[in-house]
């Protein structure tokens, strides 16, 4: 079990569990990021700090507090 | 508002959809840009909403705010969801990007357990073809039992069709998802409960979500019970509906989608160089640097030009026959006061025109991704960089840039760090001071002020977040695929919100000017005998402490309240004396506003090659009138001249900011800031009237 902040860009992995209060979680799931999602890094942001994610159609971007939240399991 | 609108059209239509769907595109096609802009009642979130004719029909049409779901995760996303449920909409029309189908469908899956007559303007189709993606509109139609209408919106592709679908009595959308049996038998206990609510289910599975709605105190009992009872089973309610409808989405679009192997899109391209590891940085600062010139190079020559009709009006009321008083009161007072708000007009025009720009074209969302490291710093959001920075031009439309974040604490929080940047109106004083008190380190002292009031401000917003932690502001966003911006719809955006702020602030901000300008005249006779005066030296021994005991000093800081850099000119009269100003004849005057107008479009053009010339880091050099500079030298000594240029960096906003303040965030927060930054500039300007070498 690893979360968005280990993954190394261009790796792919699915999403097994949302960890963090309600409102984050809810907000998540908002924009696709549910369990049985499949996502892949697509870069860390120039000065750190956030994560660009792909998912299906659509590019998210994370703060690290929220990427830790993101429980994965590697594909 | 909007009750009274719909009393006089015969068809209310609402569009609902994800975030940069088109959704305005679309209004402002269907209706010919017929649109109105405002606020929602209540909020600082954008209210758009068009009248117009469709085949001889009234129609209302009305753009809720971008939603990802009916959950209501942020605000915009709660108006969107209580609007839909307020206004009874005639039909609603779901706009769906073609090239992300599956987390848009999610929203219409849950449009349609509404009980809501939809139909699916599925817009981008341009975009998802250049994608690989050709979607099967009319298997979709069948699959989900609803209209579905294929659009470009921005080249107005298919707009004709939607019109005659926006007319037809289309009925109400079936539901889609089936759910578990345990979670579908819940529901129907519930919606027995609601019996004759047409989104009975709708809120039967919000309520089991455990989102805040509003429903009779039995049936919220009933369903806090149910909910708990299936948590006690191990079924997360919330997963599990939402993880339902999102299955339910991904076999739809399977079934309609068909996907090809595509080239990598602009956007990835794009991302590539403005996203790059080390490249990144410096093109984020170019980019800023070029919203800041676009907004204010551009917006230069316009406010000179309010300055030169100011002029010119001036030098007529001066060759009239009336008193010297009413010429006086009408020169300084009536055309001063509203040239104050009109020199506002151009920047925010512009600002509004760079913002909108920069919103909808998907670039403003890589500029917070970027910055959200350094705000982090004072626990803001990344999305305040841009206003933070357009405060060093003028603090007003640096307020009103605060819209494009999405938390109201965070908002709040970079509003009122805004005022302590020094804008370029306080720069001019401080070139002045510098000039005659600290002539060898005179670009050092401009430089520390601007890096004191960046600290001052970003300590308030640090202070302030602290003490009321933010709610779930989230960073969590999406990157949207980078669009052109259709221009006719920019402009018009941009000049109905400049005129709203006109019709909206242009009131106060005169009316100060006009109280101002009856202190400064009313005892007339010789100046020291004036009210001002008087005024001032009252106020003298406040400022002792400081090092400042000239009282015109002290005076030229109350009409500094209409605009910083009014201190100069006041400054001016009361050691010199006032200039009379010349009288203008009818022909004189009209040649100097066609001089000034051409002036103006000549520096306008000009303004393009400026826009991408190097930062020019030398403070300009000081303009002030003849003397005054001699005059100053002797009036005060050098350390009384740092603390008097760091009050006056600090003390309260101008007054127009201050009414911005008042109309995005409500009248306490204003008087806090007046009354906060007084405070921050006379403890601060003590301080540095105690440590600088005397
Ligand atoms: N290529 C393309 N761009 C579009 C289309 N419809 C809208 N846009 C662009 O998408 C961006 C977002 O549109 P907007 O109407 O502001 O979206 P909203 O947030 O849903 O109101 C703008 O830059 C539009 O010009 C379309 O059908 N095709
Ligand atoms: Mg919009």
Not at chain 2, 608 to 634: N, R, S, W
Request: with cysteine; aromatic share 8%.
């Amino acid at each position: 079990m690893t979360t968005v902040c280990h993954l190394e860009p261009d790796q792919n992995a699915q999403i097994s569990r949302l960890g963090g209060p309600p409102g984050l979680m809810r907000r998540l799931v908002a924009l696709g990021l549910r369990p049985g999602a499949a996502i892949r890094l697509v870069r860390r942001a120039p000065l750190g700090g956030a994560f660009q994610i792909a998912l299906g159609d659509s590019f998210i971007a994370l703060r690290a507090q929220e990427a830790g939240q993101i429980h994965l399991e590697l594909s | 508002m909007a009750a009274l609108a719909t009393a006089r059209a015969e068809r209310l239509l609402v569009t609902v959809g994800n975030p940069n769907v088109g959704k305005t595109t679309l209004i402002n096609a269907v209706s010919g840009s017929r649109f109105e802009v405002g606020n929602w009642p209540g909020t600082t979130v954008d209210r758009l909403s068009a009248h117009c004719k469709l085949s001889g029909r009234s129609v209302e049409i009305v753009d809720l705010p971008g939603s990802y779901s009916l959950a209501a995760t942020t605000p915009e996303e709660k108006i969107a969801r209580d609007e839909l449920l307020a206004l009874k909409p005639d039909l609603v029309v779901d706009v769906v990007d073609a090239g992300n189908l599956e987390r848009n469908l999610y929203l219409t899956l849950e449009l349609a357990e509404m009980g809501l007559p939809v139909v699916v303007a599925l817009n981008l189709v341009d975009e998802a073809r250049a994608k690989g993606l050709t979607i099967d509109a009319d298997l979709l139609a069948r699959e989900l039992g609803l209209a579905v209408v294929p659009l470009v919106a921005s080249r107005g592709e298919g707009i004709g069709e939607l019109c005659e679908q926006a007319l037809r009595d289309n009925p109400a959308a079936c539901p889609l998802v089936a759910y578990q049996p345990c979670i579908e038998a819940a529901v129907e206990e519930l919606g027995a409960l609601l019996e004759g609510a047409p989104e009975r289910r709708w809120l039967a599975l919000a309520a089991l979500s455990g989102e805040t709605v509003r429903l009779p105190l039995p049936v919220a009992e009933r369903s806090e019970s149910l909910r708990q009872k299936l948590e006690a089973e191990g079924v997360d309610p919330f997963l599990e509906i939402a993880g339902q409808r999102y299955r339910t989405a991904h076999e739809l679009s399977q079934r309609v989608l068909d996907r090809q192997q595509a080239p990598p899109q602009l956007t990835e391209k794009i991302d590539r160089w403005l996203l790059h590891p080390w490249l990144g940085l410096p093109l984020f600062l170019a980019g800023m640097l070029l919203v800041f010139r676009f907004t204010f190079l551009f917006s230069d020559p316009w406010i000179e030009f309010v300055g030169a009709v100011q002029g010119v009006l001036a030098g007529w009321v001066a060759g009239s026959a009336l008193p010297p008083v009413v010429q006086s009161f009408l020169a300084d007072g009536l055309i001063g006061g509203v040239g104050t708000v009109m020199a506002f007009a151009p920047v925010l025009f512009f600002l509004y025109l760079a913002m909108s720009f920069a919103e909808s074209s998907g670039f403003l969302s890589r500029a917070a991704f970027i910055a959200d490291r350094v705000m982090h710093w004072a626990g803001l959001p990344g999305r305040g960089f841009i206003p933070l920075m357009l405060g060093f031009g003028c603090n007003v439309p640096a307020i009103y840039a605060t819209r494009t974040m999405e938390d109201f604490n965070d908002r709040l929080r970079v509003a009122l760090a805004i005022p302590f940047t020094a804008c370029s109106a306080r720069l001019a004083v401080f070139v002045l001071f510098a000039a005659v008190f600290f002539p060898a380190q005179a670009t050092a002292v401009v430089f520390g002020l601007y890096l004191l009031g960046l600290a001052a401000g970003l300590t308030t917003a640090a202070i302030l977040g602290k003490l009321a932690p933010t709610g779930h502001s989230s960073g969590a966003m999406e990157l949207p695929a980078y669009r052109l911006p259709t221009l006719g719809l920019t402009l018009r955006q941009a000049w109905m919100r400049t005129f709203a702020f006109i019709k909206g602030a242009g009131g106060s901000i005169t009316i100060t000017v006009l109280v101002i300008w009856l202190l400064l005249n009313v005892g007339g006779g010789k100046p020291e005998n004036s009210l001002y005066a008087q005024l001032s030296q009252l106020l003298v021994p406040v400022f002792t402490p400081l090092g400042v005991t000239d009282w015109r000093l002290v005076g030229a800081l109350i009409p500094g309240f209409i605009a910083k850099e009014v201190v100069i000119g006041t400054l001016g009269v009361s050691y010199l004396g006032s200039e009379p100003v010349a009288a203008l004849g009818l022909m004189d005057g009209l040649q100097q506003l066609g001089q000034s107008f051409l002036t103006a479009c000549w520096a306008f053009l000009n303004a393009i090659p400026a826009m991408f010339g190097l930062p020019q880091l030398a403070p300009p050099a000081p303009e002030a009138p003849d003397g005054l500079a001699g005059a100053l030298g002797t009036s005060i000594a050098p350390a009384g001249a740092m603390a008097y240029l760091v009050f006056l960096l600090l003390y309260t906003p101008c007054v127009a900011t201050v009414v911005a303040i008042r109309q995005e965030f409500g009248r306490r927060w204003a008087s806090f800031s007046v009354f906060y930054q007084l405070l921050v500039a006379y403890v601060l300007g003590l301080l540095a009237y105690l440590v600088w070498p005397s």
